[in-house]
């Protein structure tokens, strides 16, 4: 379960951290001088800066304990307000009085705990607040009362004294502890439960939360079992209590994870019980080649042991206020021999096959200016595919950027293309709507819009049984709205041709065929008509193509005269002939849908642009 994964991640990872410490950004220090358990002169205060980034403090890993709206000192390094009981015109000169003879109070019993032979910190520290020492110290202008300040002792920082980690142990124990003991089920073993589990994940690390947020919280009695506040119902160990904050404090800021802004989820994963490593930097961006490596490397992968002994764990979570919500977990093997069993390298090999698709520009391009074009890609990032449910943006040639404004993309649109990619799971039919609706919008249909279709198509459920979708043309496919976008391609290249104010001049030029955007851009220019077939058209073409289609045959007898009379019998006649073949095969048109249905808009647009795409070598060898 999450819990134990989380506990056993925070083992692994948790390094020499001590149980209950978490990372603190401090901007200030307290060095006092001292010798043998006493001050030896006066303190001092100073700033400290990230040698990086001057405007940041330094990060400390510091005794920690969630505190709420109560007074709750931390050791040895805390607030301003703790630490020196200074306020600011946001704080109440009460309430700062409380934190800071709390804090005194608790430094006191620190030094109660351990002669002064043992660890003389503790008493330098009991000294600083009894001497008065403090009060001789200047406020600098810019402290504020919820700065990080850290106390130190001839320059070594006082959390790090020898009996600091054992006290503070003790102490939140007697905080957040419930004083039953019981079995964990977590880990199983009989120990002292927790009340409350001690810490919470930085809001920066969970979209939606406002405040640093907790996973498992019981704080009203309405939210517990048989109305009862708190872990009552949920036996966690103190020390189980701790490794689920570090462990999902950890999964979640590693490297291994995954937000984007305007997106309300946020991924990770990891992979537990062996040193074998998951697949998800080759999904996060896919190298041909490497993409090739693991397809070969996949059957003997699946004979080591090391392999099939491992667990691929996934984690989404949102927030909300102040508490963590888990939209997803999953917890699958990270290869099987057994096909029945779900498994993560399966997953993947789904995920390439699925979405794989012929880019527009299957070969490198040179344009007349002297630009190259690489060629297109036929496997695509997840994170690219989430990105393209946004607006086309015609001006920046690119898709709104996350976390814009105005981007009309699903703020679940990226869990949702991850949870096809890791989970082996359909596109949505929510998601699916949505890409037509901005296809329809945007007029704009490219090599990631084309691979987002292939994929949903891919994995509908009423796909019948034993039929694949093409990846790139195919001529057998009798799907009659995939003809009907091969044919309306035909026919926006038809009119294109038929529009050239010149005829090709030379077999060089037309090498570099109109395959992208940018090559067509510089057509335009070139071209009699502002507005061609195709952009007046293709908005409306994938739901409505029965209409639009028989305008297009009816105007292809005048496009052909105008290419025969311009550019030659010969480019006219394989224009024809590639007009008359995709027309027949609709049925003259009466086959082609009046009105197309989700699947059939997605077959539309698949033919579109394997059509286009298969025009790209086509052409130029019937033009050279
Ligand atoms: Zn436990």
């Known amino acids: 379960m999450l819990l134990q994964r989380l506990t056993a991640y925070a083992d692994e990872h948790r390094g020499d951290i001590p149980p209950f410490h978490r990372e603190r950004e401090f901007r200030w220090k307290v060095d006092i001088p001292a010798a043998g358990g006493r001050i030896t002169g006066p303190p001092v205060l100073e700033p400290v800066r990230d040698v990086d980034k001057p405007a940041r403090g330094v990060v400390h890993t510091v005794p920690a304990s969630t505190r709420t709206v109560a007074v709750a000192p931390q050791l040895a390094a805390d607030d301003v307000q703790y630490v020196l009981g200074w306020g600011d015109d946001t704080t109440q000169s009460a309430r700062v009085t409380q934190c800071h003879a709390a804090f005194v109070e608790l430094t006191r019993e620190w030094a109660a705990t351990i002669p002064v032979a043992q660890d003389g910190v503790p008493h330098v520290l009991v000294e600083l607040y009894r001497s008065g020492a403090l009060a001789k110290i200047d406020r600098p202008q810019e402290i504020r009362a919820k700065d990080g300040v850290v106390l130190a002792v001839n320059g070594q920082f006082a959390y790090r004294s020898p009996s600091a980690a054992g006290f503070w142990k003790t102490q939140v124990g007697q905080r957040k502890g419930s004083g039953r003991s019981g079995r964990c089920l977590v880990c199983g073993t009989c120990g002292a439960l927790a009340n409350t589990i001690p810490g919470k994940v930085p809001a920066a690390l969970v979209p939606g939360a406002s405040n640093d947020a907790a996973l498992v919280s019981v704080n009203e009695r309405v939210f517990g079992y048989d109305l009862v506040a708190q872990l009552t119902h949920t ?8 490794d689920v904050m570090v462990g999902l404090t950890g999964v979640l800021s590693s490297k291994h994870r995954l937000t984007l802004e305007g ?12 040193d074998e490593s998951d697949q998800m930097d080759l999904v996060m961006e896919p190298d041909p080649a490497q993409v090739d490596a693991f397809f ?42 057994n096909h029945n069993v779900v498994d993560h390298d399966s997953n993947i090999v789904a995920w390439f096959a699925d979405h794989k698709n012929t880019p527009r520009r299957t070969t490198p391009v040179r344009l007349r200016d002297g630009r190259d074009l690489p060629a297109g890609q036929w496997l695509h990032s997840p994170v690219a595919l989430a990105a393209c449910l946004g607006r086309w943006d015609e001006t920046t040639g690119r898709y709104r950027p996350f976390g814009a404004r105005n981007t009309d993309r699903p703020e679940q649109a990226l869990n949702q293309i991850l949870r096809a990619a890791v989970l082996n799971e359909p596109v949505p039919a929510a998601m699916r709507a949505h890409l037509i609706h901005r296809v329809r919008n945007d007029g704009h249909i490219d090599d990631l819009r084309a691979s987002l279709v292939r994929l949903a198509l891919s994995r509908r459920p009423n796909k019948p049984k034993g039929t694949s979708v093409p990846m790139s043309l195919d001529e057998t496919c009798t799907e009659t709205a995939y003809l009907a976008g091969r044919l309306f391609a035909v026919m926006e290249h038809a009119q294109r041709d038929a529009h050239y104010k010149t005829r090709r001049t030379s077999q060089s030029d037309s090498a570099a065929t109109e395959s992208d955007s940018d090559a067509e851009q510089e057509q335009n220019q070139r071209r009699e008509v502002n507005s061609s077939f195709g952009d007046k058209f293709r908005r409306r073409a994938c739901e409505t193509p029965r209409p639009i289609l028989t305008q297009g045959w009816k105007d292809s007898a005048a496009w052909l005269t105008k290419i025969r009379r311009h550019q030659g019998e010969a480019l006219a006649r394989w224009h024809q002939n590639r007009l008359t073949d995709l027309y027949e095969k609709c049925d003259g048109i009466r086959g082609v849908p009046l009105r197309s249905s989700l699947t059939q808009q997605e077959h539309f647009i698949l033919g579109y642009h394997h059509q286009l795409a298969y025009r790209t070598t086509k052409n130029t060898a019937a033009e050279a």
């Open 235 to 242: 036996p966690i160990c103190l020390s189980c209590a701790d």
């Open 263 to 274: 997106q309300d989820t946020r991924l990770a994963w990891w992979v537990t019980d062996t």
């Open 296 to 337: 070969a490397a996949l059957p003997q992968a699946r004979e080591r042991t090391s392999r099939l002994k491992g667990r691929f764990c996934w984690l989404a979570v949102g927030g909300n206020v102040a508490r963590i919500m888990v939209r997803e977990w999953i917890d699958i093997a990270l290869t099987s021999k």
